[in-house]
């Protein structure tokens, strides 16, 4: 791998074969993973976690530099009929070279097609589309001292990706980890969580059920965790115990130390029309309705922006959405992918969101 | 004779084009709903043919030309197989991939954002005067530069001038150097000529026509030739018919596309305030399609329906035969002229009128059909094909009894 250099020299000069593409775009009819023009990975292997959730083991191809930070999560895009639909999920395998995988744990959401599919529709062997690793949500190198890690559900994933670079570094501090899940059975990792508990003196793990005990009530930190001001905590989970949690930290003066991935924030569907636009690379911004197309918003604050029919037809005006969501006011259907190419002149806003202009 | 009114051209009244529109809009509303994956499918596959040929084309001519029993075999065989690959590339993909059709995928590796084609052409320039200039002003004479491109008097609105004696002859060097006059396309030679075009812009251009083509030249003249070592005029050679091959026949179809009789010019009294409707309307009366089987279809880069292009230049080219069906089924249903025929005889015609503009119109008669007259029949069907009337108009009012008429 230390010859990275000389090859990326190689594969320039090639270019100058396979001029206006890269060499790359025939590599990978030969080998799918031959390709760093758009990072993608092979499904290796899908393993059943529990009930409603697997992890997916994927060899990414060129161009993968395995050196993310545990606790952050990458985008994977998969072609369901045809068209390529992209979530972000938390790498859960810890950073390293040598392993040649990436592991992510997806649960089934009930109304989630995507994740359904992930979990139960996915051939090994199939290609799918990866972007690089993000996210702040990070376990600091050297870790902090001691650890409080709040989890609830599928939250456990990053936590997962810390806990077992903790392990395999053995740096494994003073940690209490409290995993909330419905029941038993849908506890992911459990298995593993034990023989870490087992493994490591200083983790301390509490397990709830909140079928049968209910959800964590946040005054009984004193008494799980007798020393949780004293802690970096680290929470993962659903929306509801995310802002429950903030609160609680907020009112005792510690949300310095409070670190949160919101793993699945869902916008409500109705009323999010309309919103500021951000123009990236001009740094303008404008409030826009619901009805204002993105091309007479930016036209209006003053960006240059690209266009030609006005009518949806040519694609002229097509520009990179790189957060939120805009609606083909034609049709209806909406955008929100990351770094999802949109027609300017048909959409609008549906909230806020950021354009690379 | 120009056509300034499309809906008087046709005698079809304003609810019936508004209707046409909406009919065309449900065809298009059926295709994009049943966009799938065995489209997704198509496109993939075609790619993957054509790299291959790219790749079997250069090895064959690398290795085939080495040995001399081989050499000729190679040299046909691989000019053949990069012609191929060269034609599918420019037509059936690059130039519809240009056009968003495959934008639905949400693939980044095949999207018109960021698509470059096997060709001079930057495909920015293309985007702007192709996909723009061309299909929203199709063969509005003044605004679409596609009416002889600058360079040929296809209409007879054009005026005459005796640099237009020569059209035989730069008919010719267009089509042998067809690539390099799209590379020209978005320059607007005949602005260039009159002085009008921004200097600063021109530049811009030339500078992007200019990397784009050496790359292109140093690939195709320089660098294949000189990994053949002393076989390298063999390979040059080669692939100099490859491109003169591709640029034939790229020639040949595109002037199929609005040439033949029957493809009508419009003067800008149309564009003024034209609906969507009348866009559609437009887009049917100023294209020409040829017929043919799969194959042919494909290697035109589905240009043989190129008034289902024309209407619907975003939907994916492999489903144009499906949406050629129900268009035609509408132009008969509303009495709409609908140009096609075989493809000796659409590009013959086309040919024939760059002869004949070549010479000043009073020594020459027009071949441009005479309008539609609509059959007794349909008229008098036409009021109640229409929709019902809406109540809340009143009981009677002049637009209506003029439609009538």
């Known amino acids: ?357 | 004779m120009a056509i300034s009114d499309v809906k008087e051209y046709t005698h079809l009244t304003e609810d019936e084009v508004d209707q046409i529109g909406r009919e065309l809009d449900q065809i298009r509303t059926e295709i994009e709903e049943s966009r799938g994956a065995s489209d997704a499918a198509y496109i993939n596959r075609l790619i993957k043919i054509q790299r291959g040929l790219a790749a079997a084309g250069r090895v064959t001519l690398l290795v085939g030309t080495q040995f001399k029993e081989t050499r000729k075999p190679a040299w046909v065989l691989g000019a053949g197989l990069l012609g191929l690959h060269k034609i599918l590339e420019n037509m059936e993909i690059g130039h519809n991939v240009m056009h968003g059709q495959w934008d639905w995928m949400n693939d980044p590796e095949i999207h018109s954002s960021n698509w470059e084609w096997d060709t001079a052409q930057p495909a920015e320039q293309w985007k702007h005067s192709h996909n723009y200039i061309h299909h929203q002003f199709t063969n509005v004479l003044g605004y679409d530069n596609d009416i002889g491109y600058g360079i040929l008097r296809m209409a007879r609105e054009q005026k005459w001038s005796p640099y237009n004696l020569g059209q035989p002859i730069y008919n010719s060097l267009l089509a042998t150097l067809f690539e390099w006059g799209v590379a020209l396309h978005d320059l607007d030679i005949e602005r260039i000529r009159k002085g009008e075009k921004d200097p600063k812009e021109m530049k811009r251009q030339l500078k992007q026509i200019f990397r784009k083509g050496r790359n292109q030249i140093l690939k195709d003249y320089v660098v294949y030739p000189a990994l053949a070592g002393k076989q390298w005029k063999t390979v040059l050679t080669a692939n100099v018919a490859a491109n003169i091959t591709r640029n034939l026949w790229s020639y040949m179809i595109i002037f199929c596309g609005h040439f033949p009789d029957g493809a009508v010019h419009f003067t800008e009294e149309e564009i003024e305030d034209e609906t969507r409707a009348e866009w559609y309307l437009r887009q049917i009366l100023g294209s020409a399609n040829f017929e043919g089987g799969r194959m042919l279809h494909i290697l035109s880069g589905s240009l043989g329906f190129q008034i289902e292009h024309h209407l619907f230049p975003d939907l994916p080219s492999n489903r144009y035969p499906e949406i050629a069906e129900k268009v035609q089924a509408l132009a008969a249903k509303y009495d709409i002229p609908y140009t096609t025929g075989p493809l000796y005889r659409q590009y013959g015609q086309a040919l024939r009128t760059i002869m004949k503009l070549s010479l000043p119109n009073s020594w020459t008669s027009s071949d441009q059909p005479e309008p539609p007259t609509p059959s007794h029949d349909r008229k008098r069907r036409g009021d109640d094909e229409r929709p019902s009337r809406r109540t809340e108009l009143g009981g009677w009012s002049r637009s209506h009894s003029e439609a009538r008429g």
Not at chain 1, 115 to 132: N, Q
Not at chain 1, 203 to 211: I, M, P, Q, S
Not at chain 1, 269 to 275: D, Q, T, W, Y
């Open chain 1, 1 to 357: 791998m230390a010859s990275t250099i000389p090859w990326e020299r190689v594969r320039r000069s090639a270019s100058k074969l396979t001029t206006p593409l890269h060499p790359d775009d025939y590599l990978r009819l030969v080998n799918p993973l031959w390709s760093a023009r758009e990072l993608r990975g092979r499904v290796e292997e899908v393993i059943p976690e529990t009930e409603d959730a697997a992890t997916l083991v994927i060899k990414p191809g060129w161009g993968w530099r395995y050196n993310h930070k545990p606790g952050q999560y990458v985008g994977i895009g998969i072609q369901v009929n045809g068209k390529f639909q992209w979530r972000s999920y938390s790498v859960s395998s810890p950073p390293e070279r040598g392993r040649g995988t990436i592991t992510i744990t997806v649960r089934a959401m009930p109304e989630g097609k995507l994740s359904s599919h992930l979990v139960k529709g996915l051939e090994p062997g199939t290609i799918v589309r990866l972007a690089l690793p993000e996210g702040d949500f990070v376990l600091p190198d050297p870790p902090p001292q001691r650890i409080l890690f709040l989890v609830g559900g599928s939250g456990v994933t990053p936590v997962m990706a810390m806990l077992r670079t903790l392990d395999r570094r053995g740096t494994m501090p003073d940690v209490v980890m409290h995993y909330s899940s419905p029941t038993e059975d849908r506890m992911i990792f459990r298995d593993e969580l034990d023989r870490l508990e087992q493994k490591h003196d200083g983790l301390t793990l509490h397990r709830l059920h909140t079928d049968i005990d209910g959800m964590l009530d946040l005054a009984d930190l004193d008494q799980i965790c007798p020393d949780w001001r004293e802690r970096e905590t680290y929470a993962c989970g659903p929306g509801p115990m995310l802002d429950a949690i903030t609160e609680h930290f907020e009112s005792n003066g510690l949300e310095e130390h409070l670190h949160l991935e919101r793993f699945s924030l869902e916008l409500g569907g109705e009323g999010g029309e309309g919103g500021t636009i951000t123009f990236q690379n001009s740094g303008k911004t404008i409030e826009a309705d619901g009805a204002t197309t993105v091309l007479e918003a930016g036209e209006e604050a003053g960006v240059g922006m690209p266009y030609g029919c006005r009518m949806g037809i040519c694609h002229t005006c097509t520009l990179t959405l790189i957060s939120g969501k805009v609606r083909d006011l034609r049709n209806g259907s909406e955008f929100d992918s990351p770094n999802e190419p949109v027609q300017t002149c048909v959409t609008a806003a549906v909230g806020d969101c950021t354009l690379d202009i």
